[in-house]
């Protein structure tokens, strides 16, 4: 199965009663297994959770370490980009030049890497200044 149509087959799993817009996100680790998540939406709002987050968590509870490759589907006009929260998420397991297709329901396709959807990205060297614990 494609990478696509894995997230395919999560985004009708997804839980959006609030935005009905549901979202899938498939990811394939370093370590060759697909790891899928939905959205997860809670009546408390801020609650609610990604799909990108959620295939990240299904990645690491299964014991994979770094994401090789994204996918993302909503049924959307145009294709669906990760919000900014989650490239920040995504940069964290992922290489600059791992890529990420955001697709549609409709079948129109945009690729692009974690680089390129979060320049300027924040990490661990930003904090080289400080010991852990200090301030
Ligand atoms: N959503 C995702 O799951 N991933 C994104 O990157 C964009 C937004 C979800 C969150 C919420 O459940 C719904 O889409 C509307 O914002």
Redesign the pocket.
């Known amino acids: 199965m494609s990478l696509i149509d894995s997230a395919t087959e999560v985004f009708h799993k997804a839980y ?1 009663p609030y ?1 009905n ?1 549901k ?1 899938g ?1 498939a990811l394939r680790s370093v370590e060759g297994r697909v790891h899928q998540g939905c ?1 997860v ?1 809670n009546v408390a709002y801020p609650e ?1 959770t ?3 987050a959620g295939a990240i968590a299904a990645m690491i509870a299964a014991g994979d370490t770094r994401i090789a490759e994204v996918a ?1 589907i ?1 049924d959307s006009p145009t294709p ?4 900014g929260g ?1 490239r920040q998420k995504l940069k964290e397991f992922a290489d600059a030049d791992v890529v990420v297709t955001m697709a549609t329901l409709g079948g129109a396709t945009l690729q692009m890497t974690v680089g390129d959807l979060l320049p300027g990205w924040f990490d661990a060297g930003h904090m080289e200044n400080v010991a852990p614990g200090e301030g």
């Open positions: 959006a935005s817009f979202v996100a959205n939406e609610g990604c799909a990108e993302v909503a669906v980009p990760p919000c989650c």
